[in-house]
């Protein structure tokens, strides 16, 4: 059981590159996030899905499109990569709203 | 004004002592309050879920919720230097749209 991944550990990109931040887990959860954490701004979610084919925006969605193709997996992409966009991306999953939330590892993204 | 506020420390104590570690809230539409620890380059990881008022224990740690003071609060017993990281709150709307505000964090170092 190997939880939530997610591929990359680190990423520079320069202004206006796209990239997909991945991210699986395989505990057959229905809720699956993405947060960005900044210092002194702690967790922002970002976008969230609710099961396959269902996503909603977060706090901060901007910039970032996300799509839920399959239970497991949870691609977050950047379109056009900004210098504001430079953070540690988290991905996390749960079984339902109320129940615990398990977070990957994350990605730390630089945007030169 | 952030809908949660946390101070962010740092905080030092020797070990053995007791943590108290706050949050005040601004919005009375959250209901569940949630206590993450940190560790340096992790994600954050579960370690306290509480509904409503009252309070909870687990071990070394103790949550309380007090809504009509829009506060809550995490006691660490014992304090150990394994338990030096970073700490926070979060909390959640019940029903609705998928709301789940993080508090900025308090680091926490325990002194040997």
């Known amino acids: 059981n190997a939880g939530v991944t997610q591929t990359p550990k680190f990423q520079v990109l320069k202004t206006g590159q796209s990239m997909t931040l991945q991210c699986a887990q395989d505990?057959?959860?229905?809720?699956m996030s993405w947060y960005r954490q900044d210092p002194g701004m702690g967790l922002r979610l970002i976008h969230y899905?609710?099961?396959?084919?269902?996503?909603d925006q977060g706090e901060v969605p901007n910039g970032y499109n996300v799509s839920r193709s399959t239970t497991e997996d949870f691609p977050l992409r950047l379109l056009s990569a900004a210098p504001s966009q430079t953070s540690v991306y988290f991905c996390?999953?749960?079984?339902?709203?109320?129940?615990?939330?398990?977070f990957g590892p994350g990605t730390r993204l630089t945007v030169l | 004004q952030k809908e949660v506020e946390q101070d962010p420390g740092p905080l030092s104590v020797p070990e053995g002592a007791i943590v108290s570690l706050n949050c005040t809230y601004s919005?009375?539409?959250?209901?569940?309050f949630m206590w993450y620890r940190q560790y340096s380059r992790k994600g954050p990881e579960l370690l306290m879920y509480?509904?409503?008022?009252g309070n909870k224990e687990d071990g070394r740690f103790t949550a309380q919720v007090d809504k009509s003071s829009k506060y809550i609060s995490l006691f660490i017993r014992d304090s150990q230097p394994s338990d030096s990281a970073t700490y926070l709150c979060?909390?959640?709307?019940?029903?609705?749209?998928?709301?789940?505000?993080f508090g900025t964090g308090t680091r926490l170092k325990v002194l040997a």
């Open positions: 996390a999953s749960s079984y339902s709203r109320y129940n615990e939330q398990f």
């Open positions: 505990m057959n959860h229905e809720y």
């Open positions: 899905s609710v099961g396959a084919g269902i996503t």
């Open positions: 919005n009375s539409a959250f209901q569940y």
């Open positions: 509480t509904y409503s008022s």
């Open positions: 979060a909390m959640m709307v019940p029903s609705g749209t998928y709301k789940y505000i």
